[in-house]
């Protein structure tokens, strides 16, 4: 990020987080079909996994960490929503 934060900062935090959802998305969807689950339960576990390494992380100052949480906890919230809807044409790795 640059000095004198811009547009074209947002957009690329914005691009950013587009990519994270749309890649998130995909690997929850082909791990389900791997795992014989549904991408709605990969999301759920890539949560998970992704929250708990954060806790991991003892560099973080405690109210930077509880607004990445949060930050987190929006863009998960989105992706189980895409997944939800994926899962309607995929259960447990078999089309529907």
């Given amino acids: 990020m640059s ?9 690329r935090l914005l691009a950013l ?21 549904t991408t ?4 759920a576990q890539f949560r998970q996994a992704t929250e708990g390494a954060m806790y991991d992380g003892s560099n973080t100052p405690p109210d930077v960490r509880d607004l990445m949480r949060e930050h987190l906890r929006r863009l998960y919230d989105h992706i189980a929503t895409m997944a939800e809807h994926a ?10």
């Fill in 3 to 11: 000095a004198d934060f811009d547009k074209s900062d947002l957009a």
């Fill in 17 to 37: 987080e587009y990519a994270f959802t749309t890649v998130t998305l995909l690997s929850a969807s082909n791990f389900a079909y791997l795992a014989n689950t």
């Fill in 40 to 43: 709605s339960k990969a999301v």
């Fill in 87 to 96: 899962d309607l044409g995929n259960q447990g790795g078999k089309e529907v």
